[in-house]
């Protein structure tokens, strides 16, 4: 059974950052792409970052510049960055995890509230 474990998220002012972390465990499990989703109240889950294999990173055009990911597919780790933050982009983050068979995996979820 896979399990992603996150950590971080909470409130900040406007203009403030966070860190975001998760790590991934479980037997024969490898990582092919992990990264964040995020779902605001009324919206849809979306795309935040997400790291690839291939070098590769997607992004939220709204957070570029602002977010910074980071992480090691061979330890099935990764972070999130959150930088100049605004109310915007309060919401749950999701870490979220892809191994090499192509199934999904998802964390419990945190969240971030940008407030002041």
């Known amino acids: 059974q896979v399990q992603l474990v996150e950590s971080g998220g909470g409130l900040v002012r406007p203009g403030g950052s966070l860190r975001l972390s998760c790590a991934a465990s479980?037997?024969?499990?490898?990582?092919?792409?992990m990264g964040w989703y995020r779902q605001a109240p009324g919206n849809q889950r979306e795309l935040v970052a997400v790291?690839?294999?291939?070098?590769?990173?997607n992004w939220e055009d709204s957070v570029k510049g602002r977010f910074t990911i980071s992480g090691d597919l061979a330890k099935n780790t990764v972070s999130l960055r959150m930088d100049s933050l605004e109310p915007e982009d309060t919401a749950v983050y999701y870490c979220?995890?892809?191994?090499?068979?192509?199934?999904?995996?998802w964390g419990q979820g945190t969240q971030v509230t940008v407030s002041s």
């Open positions: 979220y995890a892809r191994n090499w068979r192509a199934h999904n995996y």
């Open positions: 479980g037997i024969m499990f490898s990582a092919n792409a």
């Open positions: 790291l690839s294999s291939s070098g590769t990173t």
